[in-house]
Nanobody, 120 residues
């Protein structure tokens, strides 16, 4: 069952911008930390940015100052605004959410990923 769905990825030239969105299904609630990770084939999945339920944020050094994470608690949606993109930002981006399911079990849920490709 798909519970988080990312959108907004694509191909962009270096210096361009993209905005990723992550929509959550109605089967999850009680969201705590939400965020974005990214992964290059053959590499581990790395944290890009996280945001707590009350708005505290954390960024990887490589994106700090270029990316902005935000969330709409009413829509249980998290966003990632990516500016001044660089070829090294090319990866599959995954959103995640710490949330409760319909059985009131807390866990970490992941989306299926969206490809971001930055050309030089």
């Amino acid at each position: 069952q798909v519970q988080l769905v990312e959108s907004g990825g694509g191909l962009v030239q270096a210096g361009g911008s993209l905005r990723l969105s992550c929509a959550t299904s109605g089967t999850l609630f009680g969201f705590n930390t939400m965020g974005w990770y990214r992964q290059i084939p053959g590499k581990q999945r790395d944290m890009v940015a996280t945001i707590k339920s009350q708005g505290g944020t954390n960024y990887a050094d490589s994106v700090n100052g270029r990316f902005t994470i935000s969330r709409d608690n009413g829509k249980s949606t998290v966003y990632l605004q990516m500016n001044d993109l660089k070829p090294e930002d090319t990866a599959v981006y995954y959103c995640y959410a710490d949330a409760l399911n319909m059985n009131y079990e807390r866990g970490t849920y992941w989306g299926q990923g969206t490809q971001v490709t930055v050309s030089s």
